[in-house]
């Protein structure tokens, strides 16, 4: 069986857990049968519509690295670009350059 990675680490991907939770962040690494994301989120209505909330609201917050065990994981894919950009810009700050209105 071929099996092609569509992600790198440093990419913003989104993973799907057997919980159903849908989680975005950046991959660190994904080897020995542990998948670890920086800053992870997950999506939750607000008053204003969807925005993105920490994975773990109770975890101390200089935790910045989270690692899932890959049995937990159905599906790790590339984020739409849309939400990548909305992703990076609330977890640093930065506003990616295709997102620049002017």
Do not use: R
């Amino acid at each position: 069986m071929l099996i092609i990675n569509v992600t790198k680490p440093g990419d913003i991907v989104s993973i799907k857990l057997t919980s159903n939770d849908e989680v975005i962040g950046k991959l660190v690494s994904d080897d020995n049968g542990t998948l670890v994301l920086n800053k992870p989120v997950v999506l939750a209505m607000a008053q204003s519509g969807p925005t993105m909330v920490p994975y773990m609201l109770t975890a101390d917050p200089s935790v910045h690295e989270f690692k899932f065990k890959e049995q937990h994981v159905v599906h790790c894919v590339p984020t739409a670009k849309s939400l990548a950009s909305q992703y990076i810009q609330g977890t640093t700050g930065i506003v990616p350059a295709g997102n620049i209105q002017i």
